[in-house]
């Protein structure tokens, strides 16, 4: 059956409870004989909220379109939020629903508006997880590099690049190779990316035993290790320790992603 102008004016009259007794019986008659007519008004029932009460219209190939949306109605992460506009239409509009509902016109831009009111809704209000704060937060441009335009690849850089490709066992090897001969003592970033080498690797004990390590030595930047043993503490599910070491950090407006420490600490609290 095709949605022609009158039936759309049909279904606005009954939805808007606009139509008489007989009128009402009427359409009830056409509706019981007819699925297509009867999942449409279904799903309008479903969804009940709109857009454009002034120019409204509805097609055939739109169907599968407002199924999928009516959807998202009928979990109860959406029931909860749809119970919370409609109490808040209630207090603006009181009983007088002509003129507050509306219906859809594109139906495409109707999904995506609650969509997006729905994430706002539901995200904003809940709490993220210490992996999902770890996994926003991490980033690998955070550590330094060994390779300078124009040097001759060593140790190192090759270390480097090994890491970059996701090699992390192998990188580690490489690093400890270079840690154990001449490049402890000239280079402490070393030993931070072996502490993050262990952290990729799930080896979280002796990623900390690293950052400590460093953190001791009181060299120049060793304050990183604030910053990476967050982290750590982070991917292991460790919200109170890493709260502690923020609150370390957070000590010294100079210490490495001070400005994303304190966000980091509002997202944990």
């Known amino acids: 059956m095709n949605l022609d102008s009158d039936i759309q004016k049909k279904i606005k009259a009954y939805l808007d409870d606009e139509m008489t007794d007989i009128e009402r019986k009427d359409f009830e008659g056409i509706i019981e004989n007819n699925e297509h007519l009867a999942e449409t008004i279904s ?20 169907i599968s379109k407002l199924k999928a949306t009516s959807n998202l109605f009928k979990g109860e992460d959406i029931t909860s939020f749809s119970q919370k506009v409609k109490a808040a239409e209630s207090h603006y509009y009181g009983n007088d629903k002509k003129g507050v509902r509306h219906y859809i016109k594109y139906v495409s831009s109707f999904a995506a508006a609650v969509c997006l009111l729905f994430i706002g809704y539901y995200f904003l209000g ?7 704060l770890y996994n926003e937060y991490y980033n690998e441009r955070d550590l330094p590099s060994f390779t300078t335009k124009g040097e001759t690849i060593n140790t190192l850089s090759k270390a480097e690049n090994l890491f970059k490709t996701q090699h992390y066992k192998e990188a580690l090897e490489m690093f400890t190779l270079a840690y ?7 280079n402490p970033n070393l030993t931070l990316y072996m502490a993050v080498c262990h952290l990729e690797l799930n080896q979280y004990d002796s990623a900390h035993e690293k950052l400590d390590s460093l953190l001791q030595t009181k060299v120049l930047d060793s304050h990183k290790a604030y910053w990476f043993k967050t982290l750590t503490y982070l991917k292991e599910d460790n919200k109170t320790k890493a709260m502690e070491t923020l609150e370390l950090l957070t000590k010294n407006e100079k210490h490495f992603n001070y400005d994303k420490a304190k966000a980091l600490m509002k997202a944990l609290k």
Do not use: H, P, R
Request: glycine fraction near 2%.
């Open 43 to 62: 799903i309008l029932k479903t969804m009940d909220t709109v857009y454009d009460d002034n120019d409204w219209s509805l097609y055939d190939g739109e």
């Open 126 to 132: 809940k709490e993220q997880s210490s992996l999902e």
């Open 180 to 186: 154990n001969t001449q490049y402890s003592t000239l």
